[in-house]
């Protein structure tokens, strides 16, 4: 069986803040962000959500709702000149957010719903869908084929980790390239992967700290595209605040990923 397919171009960015917590916020993150990818020549797509729906806890913030959401979404996008991506829980919110967004997210916990993933295929848009933490990755399969029978063919497939006993997710980076078996661009969630769901009872945990050293691993296996959120002051952070990474440190980290995929390339 061939395993993947030759990768021939730089990993692509995909960055934000968890959640829409303010315009203010979104505009510091896009414009920072914009100004670091241009400078080392990686593609950018900003990424929030407008509606957090599986909060551990009811009492957790959830976003300023679809409406105000799609309207910042759709101020970032025009003002900074960049992609954006967002998440969709329900088939009726597609049609709205495919008018705004150029790439359509589904979550983890919503990966094998048929409904969602056709609605959204529907619509022409690219389609990444986060691999559940229950799914093996030969398995991703069904799903894309949901997909591509609406005739879209613009898909991606992140991989977020896998659930290993209690509170604990562990990642097995051959996942990457039997999942680019399917010919598809594969992500990497450097963020979520690292969670502890429920790991500190009304919420979640997580590792901050490792998430350089799983997004270089990522690499070297040979990733499509990185997604990892960031905010300016993750303690602060309104939704998963142990696995945003911090907004100063992103460059740095970027630029050790491009010389690992520089190093790969090179000897390839």
């Known amino acids: 069986m061939e395993i993947g397919f030759p990768k021939s171009r730089r990993f692509f960015l995909i960055a934000g803040p968890c959640v829409l917590e303010s315009e203010e916020l979104a505009f510091e993150v896009a ?8 400078r080392l020549g990686i593609e950018y797509i900003f990424k929030s959500s407008y509606d957090k729906a599986n909060r551990t806890s009811i009492k957790s913030y959830r976003g300023p709702g679809l409406e105000k959401g799609l309207r910042i979404l759709s101020d970032v996008k025009s003002r900074f000149g960049v992609r954006v991506l967002t998440d969709v829980h329900e088939t009726w919110q597609v049609k709205p957010v495919s008018e705004v967004v150029d790439v359509i ?6 990966s094998r719903q048929t409904d969602l993933l056709i609605e959204a295929g529907k619509t022409g848009r690219t389609v990444n869908v986060k691999k559940g933490q229950f799914i093996a990755p030969w398995d991703v399969g069904p799903i894309i084929e949901k997909i591509e029978s609406t005739g879209n063919r613009n898909i991606w497939i ?9 509170n604990n997710l562990v990642v097995d980076f051959r996942g990457i390239p039997i999942m680019r078996q399917f010919g598809y661009p594969v992500v990497y969630d450097a963020t979520h992967s ?11 945990g997580g590792d901050r700290e490792l998430i350089p050293y799983l997004a270089r691993a990522a690499v070297a296996v040979g990733v499509d595209g990185i997604f990892m959120e960031v905010h300016p002051e993750p303690d602060k952070a309104l939704s998963d605040p142990m696995t ?12 050790q990923l491009i ?3 520089d190093a790969l390339m090179e000897n390839s």
């Open 31 to 38: 414009g920072r962000m914009k100004e670091i990818t241009d």
């Open 105 to 110: 997210q589904i979550p983890a916990f919503l």
């Open 158 to 166: 992140t991989e977020r980790g896998y659930i290993f006993g209690y």
């Open 194 to 204: 690292l969670q502890r769901p429920s790991g500190k009872g009304g919420m979640s």
């Open 244 to 255: 945003q990474f911090p907004l100063d440190r992103v460059e740095e980290l970027l630029r």
């Open 259 to 261: 010389s690992i995929e």
